[in-house]
């Protein structure tokens, strides 16, 4: 697929994938939309059951859904914000509150965690590795010392939201190791 134009900025990315990732799930029923997640846990079976630990995140808006995968795992965790301008850290254990963005988290006393898997979401990322986030910078924040500690990070997404064409990337951004949607599983070199 390619990016629309040839030098997109982030900010119409990231406009125009959040449009069309609305677009398409408003195209699937709630039945679609389940079954679509449960091809994606089948798809991350292999790397899931393999980690010690995998980190996800409760899905928002038109976010594919990685509870199944999780669901999989011998330990998941979610991000879990203290404050709304905090870093958040990974705590093991299902969302039982709603956090300062509004998403839902695991409970303040449930432990922190260093996942060795990590399921990141994404509006879009490339082949090489390159991934355009919803532009809080919030995975930026945390995937460094993640990686610092050898974790695997592996975008989830729709099938359409893996680009051909590069994504604008800074200095800081962090590399996916692979992309994995309903249809499949491709890793990096």
Same mark, same amino acid.
């Given at each position: 697929?390619?990016?629309?134009?040839?030098?997109?900025?982030?900010?119409?990315?990231?406009?125009?994938?959040?449009?069309?990732?609305? !677009?398409?799930?408003?195209?699937?029923? +709630?039945?679609?939309? /389940?079954? @679509?997640? *449960?091809?994606?846990?089948?798809?991350? =079976?292999?790397?899931?059951?393999?980690?010690?630990?995998?980190?996800?995140?409760?899905?928002?808006?038109?976010?594919?859904?990685?509870?199944? !995968?999780?669901?999989?795992?011998?330990? +998941?965790?979610?991000? /879990?914000? @203290?404050? *709304?301008?905090?870093?958040?850290?990974? =705590?093991?254990?299902?969302?039982?509150?709603?956090?300062?963005?509004?998403?839902?988290?695991?409970?303040?006393?449930?432990?922190?965690?260093?996942?060795?898997?990590?399921?990141?979401?994404?509006?879009?990322?490339?082949?090489?590795?390159?991934?355009?986030?919803?532009?809080?910078?919030?995975?930026?924040?945390?995937?460094?010392?993640?990686?610092?500690?050898?974790?695997?990070?592996?975008?989830?997404?729709?099938?359409?939201?893996?680009?051909?064409?590069?994504?604008?990337?800074?200095?800081?951004?962090?590399?996916?190791?692979?992309?994995?949607?309903?249809?499949?599983?491709?890793?990096?070199?």
């Amino acid at each position: 697929m390619a990016v629309p134009s040839p030098s997109p900025t982030k900010a119409q990315l990231r406009k125009d994938f959040r449009t069309r990732r609305e !677009a398409h799930v408003r195209g699937l029923t +709630a039945n679609q939309r /389940h079954d @679509e997640a *449960r091809l994606l846990a089948e798809v991350l =079976r292999q790397l899931v059951t393999r980690a010690r630990c995998v980190g996800g995140y409760a899905a928002i808006g038109s976010e594919i859904d990685p509870t199944h !995968a999780l669901g999989m795992a011998s330990k +998941a965790a979610l991000p /879990h914000f @203290e404050q *709304r301008s905090s870093v958040f850290t990974f =705590r093991a254990g299902p969302p039982v509150d709603v956090g300062p963005h509004h998403i839902p988290q695991p409970d303040v006393d449930a432990p922190k965690v260093t996942p060795d898997l990590v399921l990141v979401p994404l509006l879009l990322a490339d082949r090489q590795g390159g991934r355009l986030g919803q532009g809080a910078g919030h995975y930026d924040r945390v995937l460094p010392s993640l990686k610092n500690a050898g974790a695997l990070f592996i975008g989830v997404g729709w099938p359409f939201q893996l680009s051909d064409e590069p994504v604008p990337r800074e200095e800081h951004d962090v590399l996916l190791h692979g992309f994995a949607s309903p249809e499949g599983l491709e890793m990096f070199s």
